[in-house]
């Protein structure tokens, strides 16, 4: 077996194979991509603190906490810019930009919070970032997620539709000095550690090395 990600942010658990090796999140992402210029010219547009918010690729509708994220964020004083499905009903003005795709390895590194579903991938891409992030899971692996990075103190799980004071006081945690200098630690961590994806394909071909070399075929499944 071999884990996308660190040790540090999943320990084997007790039914996990024992040969099992921790690859790292990957990375092989083009860092040269530009952002659509609609989102580009909103960033250059204004002073105040950039939130981004995101209920992830896979919903096909927006979930109501989107809408509530992004009217407590504006009482904040923030702007917003919301990733996802886009009507034409919906409001956009100066606080707020709305666009259907924006590649995270060249947004994320200038905001301020990102408020999202708890998707792995971009949980990854958030910490390598050294951004705060706050957690809403809606399925699978994402309670999973939200848990471990709340107990490595990197983001907070809220529930934005029934606790306002829970909304408030993970703010105030993201826009915390203290806060900001333990994830610029963990962006350095990510970044000393590399590629996980080089290293899966690092491990792989050595193993089909080591397999061609005794002569087996790397590809039978015979034992």
């Given amino acids: ?9 999943a320990a084997p658990a007790e039914d996990w194979p024992v040969n099992g090796l921790f690859a790292g999140f ?13 989102l580009e010219s ?8 950039v939130v981004v918010i995101t ?8 979930p109501s906490w989107v809408d509530r994220m992004v009217d407590f964020s504006i009482t904040q ?17 100066k606080c707020i930009c709305r666009i259907h795709f924006a590649p995270f390895e060249a947004l994320l590194g200038r905001v301020h919070l990102i408020i999202h579903h708890a998707g792995i991938g971009t ?27 709340q107990k490595l103190g990197f983001g907070r799980r809220i ?8 909304i408030e006081a993970a703010w105030h945690w993201a826009f915390n000095p203290n806060t900001r200098k333990a994830l610029r630690e963990t962006k350095q961590k990510l970044m000393a550690e590399g590629d996980g994806a080089n290293r899966i394909v690092e491990i792989v071909l050595a193993d089909l090395g080591d397999e061609a070399s005794s002569g087996r075929n790397p590809f039978s499944t015979a034992s």
């Fill in 42 to 49: 909103f960033l250059h547009d204004g002073n105040a603190p």
């Fill in 159 to 166: 529930d934005p539709i029934t606790n306002l004071a829970d």
């Fill in 77 to 93: 004083g923030a702007r917003i810019v919301v990733i996802g499905p886009v009507s034409h009903t919906d409001r956009e003005d």
């Fill in 123 to 149: 949980m990854a891409e958030a910490m390598r970032a050294g951004l705060p992030q706050l957690l809403v899971p809606m399925a699978h692996d994402q309670a999973d997620n939200a848990a471990r990075l």
């Fill in 26 to 38: 990957p990375d092989g992402i083009n860092h040269n991509r530009l952002l659509p210029a609609k």
């Fill in 55 to 62: 209920a992830g690729s896979a919903v096909a509708s927006r």
């Fill in 1 to 9: 077996m071999l884990a996308a990600f660190p040790e540090w942010f």
